[in-house]
């Protein structure tokens, strides 16, 4: 492993965030607060579909304690364009009305207006004052209704993109997009086994425990400061200043720690009406949504409806694959569709694909990024329909993985050709894992799935500051979520060759480090990583440079050793080491301040292959299914905190065992949510599972110097085939809708064995 | 939040007369697990809150003749830690000690879980299985209700404005008894009763002489099944009568479609859990 190759990278350290957390002390969103702050509220539509007529707010504004009120009109209106938001696509015209709408209400939950009081009573009362005339339309809730041709319509603008002849009529359907590589028919011609199903899944929440909470406060001359929890501030102020037509150079924006986010604090939602409130009310308005309002407004992932045949030969080769992805974008366009496509069938070196997707909108609320957005949907399907020809023709589901996996120069179907990959070698570590050399319990069964993220890397910016005392800060900025901070200063610590709690990472504001992408895509301990790492030897080269002065020798003659400068050899001269503390306290006789910069995009994200093994027992008579055994094996490139890639995949794989069992979205005739909360929004609790075992696989990324892959996404992948395949195995019953809830399982169960349903 | 009086009487008669005096808008306190969420949710919103946790009469568990009188207001986790209770109704209390977790159980009393009128509370079908008494007080005395006719409806009591249930009495019962809850939830905790299902029986040998069985969640209130109960009695619990007195549970549900179960499954779980549910009492029963 790694820890041997370095001294820092590899190693177990505390967090840098850690003692704050669990002392109390870190602050999150709505912990910050300014003097004279307001409370803002935000009106929600009661109604799934529904026309505004007028919205009266007179009544409200009389309100005594009332600062401000603000309704869709108080935001201009936006271009029809595309602008890239973490992993997904946003366009400005939606973004505008689904922060606050215009004409219509599009799902339950949607906000109309917001108000700003002195209290949290009269905001409550003041919205109960607002008189909103609604026209109610038909509504759809359920992707494959909204593809109908009879569906009532969301956007009378929209017509499906990437269809000829281009449609003259409205529909539901944003886009249809299609890949493909050989030729499926004539691939499945050479099949000697075909299978062909269809399988669904329910939208699931990303359900991060800090609801969404910002403060901002607006100044008479245009200054604005934004305190919110977010995975990416500098998209925050990006949106902002689009919306509410700022300059960047106006809006500073500072993260705060942030509860969770997993792919659903990408995109804006208080933000700006906090900002805009403030503006109206000359004071601090502060805003934090309840669970209900994070259930009902925020975006959860899409729900799908994923068509997949496979032929194979008898030897287990898979010759030719056709698949078919619709998902829900929810109210606006814009479903992870194009991903899902992409990662349907990325572990496979498979001669001819065909691959169509197709985006669609419905009254729910916009999607969001959920961990290697769409990837979970496709691979449920398809992983799904391996497991059943490894069943069918006896092969064992590792081997047959082994027998197609995808390699280094395999070409995909969406045209990318692969690098260094690892997926044989996590596949061969599933087999040579303990969990899957350990016989299957009596009662119980075995799954196994795989799955497949690209990881991205984009923009970073860092800096290595040089204190007096030859401590270092490390800045960057990308709010840490899962660590990223203890990863950045054990690079950062490597490079240097100081001792790792003698660096210390922060996460800046918008105007403290230059522009970085949102913390997303797994891309953070990569591009921010390679920032950091670029920053640190800027650091150093001006260290050299020093000791080169003090020396009075050229620059090449000194060299950068275990946190000090020495002459590079006998010829350049006799000189005692300058370690880091000692150029430092010179600095400012030696040319002034150390300080490193870095700015890239960065390019050669490793993609990450994982493979899932679950053992579980089904009660036949109630349907309900325990997880014995779980290890989740991935490529994680170079493990820089072991810890926390392992925490990774632990929460991935949980997130999945969740959205296999249990979590689902329960809308009423109205289309009104029936469980916005954690009660009977289900996801796993601590006792419903066992301890996830990880093996860390580790191909290094030959594009970062310390091999990094990012390792966040892939393991939300495998978990739903590989429980699905389990019970297959353990019941006979092959499940194809998601969740695999009691009630249902317990139904799929007794359709299959009638003798028990007459019990 | 809203602004209500906080009250905090030491005697049963103080606290009627609290909640007598408070022309409806008054609403007894106990563990408060239930009260103050839905407080907090504005479906509640008393003028005056009564808490009974001062009153010994109501926090205190006591055995007399066989019978145990547990307080109303006595909490999951002093309920736990009473080996004499826990030995001679482990239904009772494995039922009450499943309510929330191990920060609720802290709190929650049988009381409150009885008087929320929830028909999924956990603790109610191990209470009407097992016979409890509620003693109940108000402006006009105290008079003894059957549990099972305390409910009225989800969220509704048969009690009359100003009245308190003040204890809960578990009759004594003859050697060979045993009782036994089971709840099916989707998750391991932190859930609500999907089915809920208490027994309660007497064996002589192999034989069972008397049977109590109840439901919860499969009605819009705890249901005592007696069918099940007469399915049960004089049989050996041999595999058929088990399967009439598990017809005559799912024949007794009258339960809803909803976030938490089918019509289907709920129905076809109550018979699955009465068959459970038996088993582990019978076998208690045959240890006493
Ligand atoms: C996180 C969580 C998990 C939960 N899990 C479960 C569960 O698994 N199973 C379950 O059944 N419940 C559960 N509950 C609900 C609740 O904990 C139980 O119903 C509990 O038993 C209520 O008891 P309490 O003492 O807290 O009642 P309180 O909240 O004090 O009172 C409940 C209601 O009864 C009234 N009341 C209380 N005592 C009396 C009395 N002596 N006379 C007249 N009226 C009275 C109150 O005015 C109030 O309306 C859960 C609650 C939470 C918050």
Redesign the pocket.
Same mark, same amino acid.
């Given at each position: 492993m790694s820890a041997q190759r370095y001294k820092w990278v590899g190693t177990r350290q505390n967090r840098p965030d850690g003692a704050d957390k669990v002392t109390g002390r870190a602050r999150f969103a709505a912990d910050f607060n300014l003097p004279g702050e307001l409370v803002g509220k935000v009106l929600r539509s009661p109604h799934a579909h529904a026309n505004i007529r007028s919205i009266d707010t007179t009544a409200a504004a009389r309100l005594p304690g009332v600062k401000a009120i603000v309704t869709g009109a108080d935001f201009p209106e936006q271009p029809d364009q595309l602008l890239p938001a973490g992993e997904m696509q946003v366009n400005l015209r939606d973004v505008t009305r689904n922060i606050m709408a215009k004409e219509k209400a599009l799902y339950e939950g949607h906000a109309v207006a917001a108000v700003a009081a002195t209290t949290a009573a009269v905001a409550a009362e003041a919205l109960s004052l607002i008189k909103v005339d609604y026209e109610i339309l038909p509504h759809v809730i359920d992707v494959r209704e909204a593809m109908k041709d009879n569906a009532p319509v969301l956007h009378a603008h929209m017509r499906t993109e990437g269809v000829k002849p281009a449609p003259d009529k409205p529909s539901n359907i944003a886009k249809r997009l299609e890949f493909a590589k050989g030729d499926a028919d004539a691939g499945f011609a050479q099949a000697e086994v075909v299978i062909e199903r269809e399988f669904t899944t329910e939208p699931v929440h990303q359900g991060y425990i800090e609801p969404h909470a910002a403060l901002a406060s607006a100044s008479e001359d245009g200054q604005v400061q934004l305190w919110t929890t977010t995975q990416g501030h500098f998209q925050v102020r990006g949106f902002c200043c689009r919306l509410l037509d700022l300059e960047t150079a106006q809006l500073r924006v500072t993260p705060s720690e942030i509860g969770g986010g997993f792919g659903g604090k990408t995109v804006v939602y208080l933000e700006p009406l906090a900002i805009r409130l403030s503006q109206r009310a000359g004071r601090p308005v502060k805003m934090v949504m309840s669970r209900e309002e994070v259930m009902r407004a925020s975006g959860p992932t899409s729900g799908g409806h994923v068509k997949v045949k496979l032929g194979a030969r008898k030897d287990g080769s898979i010759v030719a694959a056709d698949v078919t992805v619709a998902l829900q974008a929810g109210a606006f366009a814009g479903s992870p569709v194009g991903p899902s496509c992409m990662c349907s069938l990325a572990c496979y070196d498979i001669d001819n694909i065909r691959v169509v997707g197709f985006d669609v909108v419905s009254n729910r609320p916009k999607v969001a990024a959920y961990r290697a957005p769409g990837a979970p949907i496709s691979a449920w399907a398809v992983e799904s329909v391996v497991d059943m020809l490894a069943q069918e023709l006896g092969i064992d589901p590792i081997d047959l993985r082994l027998k197609n996996a995808a390699k280094q120069g395999t070409k995909t179907h969406y045209g990318a050709s692969f690098g260094v990959i690892g997926l044989v070698e996590t596949l061969e570590a599933a087999k040579n894992s303990p969990h899957y050399r350990a016989p299957v319990k009596p009662g119980h069964a075995r799954g196994v799935a795989a799955g497949f993220w690209f990881n991205v890397g984009a923009d970073s910016s860092a800096a290595a500051q040089v204190g007096e005392d030859g401590t270092v800060t490390i800045i960057s900025g990308n709010p840490d979520i899962g660590g990223s901070r203890a990863s950045l200063a054990l690079m950062a610590a490597e490079e240097l060759g100081i001792d790792y709690n003698k660096v210390r990472p922060i996460v800046a504001d918008t105007a403290s480090i230059g522009f970085n992408f949102v913390t997303g895509g797994s891309r953070v301990t990569f591009a921010t990583g390679l920032a950091v790492i670029n920053a640190t030897r800027d650091a150093i080269s001006q260290l050299k440079a020093r000791a080169a002065k003090i020396w009075e020798v050229d620059v090449e003659g000194v060299v950068w050793e275990e946190g000090e400068a020495r002459p590079s050899s006998t010829n350049v001269g006799k000189f005692e080491p300058l370690s880091l503390a000692k150029l430092a306290a010179s600095a400012s006789r030696t040319g002034g301040p150390i300080n490193g910069h870095a700015q890239l995009n960065a390019q050669g994200a490793g993609p990450g292959f994982g493979v899932h093994i679950v053992d579980l027992k089904v009660d036949m008579d109630t349907g309900i299914v325990t997880i014995d055994r779980y290890t989740a094996v991935q490529d994680v490139g170079t493990a820089i905190h072991p810890s926390y890639v392992e925490g990774q995949l632990q929460g991935g794989a949980v997130q999945g065992i969740g959205w296999a069992l249990n979590e689902e979205y329960i809308y009423d005739k109205q289309g009104r949510l029936q469980n916005p909360g954690f009660l009977d929004y289900r996801m796993p609790v601590a006792s419903d599972l066992p301890m996830i075992e990880t093996v860390l696989v580790e191909v290094p990324n030959p594009t970062h110097p310390y091999g990094v892959r990012g390792v966040g996404e892939v393991p939300i992948i495998p978990p739903m085939a590989a429980i699905g395949s389990a019970i297959a195995r353990a019941t006979g019953v092959r499940m194809l809708d998601l969740p695999m809830s009691p009630p249902r399982l317990s139904a799929a169960i007794d359709a299959a064995t009638p003798a028990m349903a007459a019990e | 939040m809203m602004q209500a009086e906080y009250r905090a009487p030491t005697s049963v008669d103080e606290a009627v007369g609290l909640m007598a005096g408070s022309g409806g808008k008054g609403?007894?306190?106990? =563990?408060?697990?239930?009260?103050?969420?839905?407080m907090r949710a504005g479906m509640?919103v008393p003028g005056l809150i009564v808490d009974?946790k001062r009153i010994a009469e @109501?926090t205190s568990i006591v055995q007399q003749d066989g019978d145990w009188r547990i307080g109303?207001?006595v909490s999951g986790a002093e309920i736990h830690d009473h080996a004499g209770l826990r030995a001679a109704w482990p239904g009772v209390v494995e039922a009450i000690n499943? +309510? =929330? /977790?191990k920060q609720?159980q802290g709190?929650? /009393?049988? =009381?409150?879980?009885l008087?929320?009128a /929830?028909p $999924? $509370?956990?603790?109610v079908p191990a209470l009407v299985a097992a016979g409890a008494v509620a003693t109940v007080q108000g402006p006009n005395g105290r008079r003894a209700v059957p549990v099972e006719q305390i409910p009225a409806g989800p969220g509704r009591t048969s009690?009359a404005p100003g009245? +308190?249930?003040?204890s809960l009495t578990l009759p004594a019962r003859p050697k060979g008894s045993g009782d036994a809850y089971l709840r099916l939830i989707p998750r391991t905790e @932190?859930? +609500? $009763?999907v089915v809920g299902c208490g027994v309660n029986l007497t064996l002589s040998g192999h034989n069972c002489v008397a049977a109590r069985v109840a439901l919860g969640a499969v009605a819009p209130t705890v249901l005592l099944v007696e069918a099940a109960a007469k399915a049960l009695i004089g049989s050996t619990l041999d595999p058929a009568s088990l399967e009439a007195a598990a017809a005559a549970c799912r024949a007794a549900c009258k339960p809803i479609d909803d976030k938490r179960g089918t019509i289907v499954y709920r129905t076809k779980i109550a018979g699955v859990l009465l068959k459970r549910a038996v088993a582990i009492a019978a076998q208690r029963a045959g240890k006493h």
């Open positions: - | 609403r007894v306190l106990a =563990g408060g697990t239930d009260l103050l969420v839905q509640q009974v @109501m109303a207001a499943l +309510i =929330g /977790s609720v709190r929650a /009393s049988a =009381g409150g879980n008087c929320n /929830s $999924a $509370a956990d603790s009690l009245e +308190i249930v003040v @932190m859930d +609500i $009763a």
